[in-house]
């Protein structure tokens, strides 16, 4: 009888594990991707750094192409199983069929889109981040609550940035307000300003386009912010993958390997170092 059992646990033990070896090789995905055994994936044209490095996805150096390849090893896909194509931002969102399997690109859940099209469990979680001018004195502030507070900062009035610096930050010195983020961008660049708050995808575009010389200071916990926005991958209405892609996106995260990557790509590996509110 207790050679019986040992046997039934045996029996019991493979086919759990030849169960997971075929997810692992991608049976949640099996016949339903564009491509039989490819995954096909869309980014923007171009795509843009740090989100893809050189605009080259197939690389997998960037905070997006790296989350895309997690994930698609998470479905049991391998690297040379995967395929990249472009689109336009605004192409992607439209009804009707796809040319991908799931396209990222800094896509915000919200549901108004959703009408029309499907995401995944959220990926990222918009951090508010702090922009000042490389040389100036505020680009040695350290990244604390307490140093950050002596700095003069200006917001869009009536925006999250104001909000957040009034309800969070809390600096010392009196709010400077303008009337848009163009108006705060050039108060900056004249010197009005000592810093300004963004989230950190228009933080990023900042400081690369907008401010000649400017510098993403840190980042707060994204526990912080207020109404962060939700990244999540687009896929056509109805697909049949959202639920594997979904599963591969709440292992990576239970995991901690999203953490990891955001760490390599937006962090403290990409000169953006966490600010502590509390010190």
């Not at 957040?164 to 709010?175: A, G, I, T, Y």
């Amino acid at each position: 009888m207790v050679l019986s059992r040992t046997l039934f646990s045996i029996v019991l033990l493979g086919a759990s594990l030849a169960t997971n070896s075929v997810f692992a090789q991608g049976s949640c995905s099996a016949g339903k991707t564009l491509n039989e055994g490819r995954l096909t994936i869309a980014t923007g044209n171009p795509a843009y750094a740090p989100w893809v490095m050189d605009d080259d996805p197939a690389s997998g150096r960037g905070f997006e192409a790296a989350v895309a390849y997690a994930v698609a090893d998470a479905m049991g896909f391998e690297a040379g199983q995967v395929d990249w194509v472009r689109t336009s931002f605004d192409e992607a969102i439209q009804p009707g069929e796809k040319n991908f399997d799931f396209n990222i690109q800094q896509y915000s859940i919200n549901a108004e889109r959703q009408q029309v099209i499907d995401f995944s469990a959220s990926y990222y979680t918009t951090a508010v981040a702090v922009v000042v001018k490389a040389g100036s004195t505020a680009a040695d502030t350290a990244t604390t609550g307490s140093a950050l507070r002596d700095l003069q900062f200006g917001a869009a009035a009536g925006t999250t940035s104001q909000t957040f610096l009034q309800n969070v930050l809390k600096p010392s010195r009196d709010l400077l307000l303008y009337d848009d983020n163009a108006d705060v961008i050039a108060a900056i660049a004249a010197n009005q300003i000592d810093a300004l708050v963004f989230d950190l995808p228009s933080a990023l575009f900042a400081t690369a386009v907008q401010i000649d010389g400017g510098k993403i200071l840190g980042k707060f916990p994204s526990e912080a912010s207020i109404e962060p926005d939700n990244f999540g991958l687009l896929m056509a209405k109805g697909s049949e993958l959202k639920v594997c892609i979904d599963e591969a996106i709440n292992s990576l995260n239970a995991s901690g390997k999203l953490s990891e990557i955001e760490s390599e790509w937006l962090g403290d590996g990409a000169g953006v170092p966490v600010i502590d509110l509390d010190k």
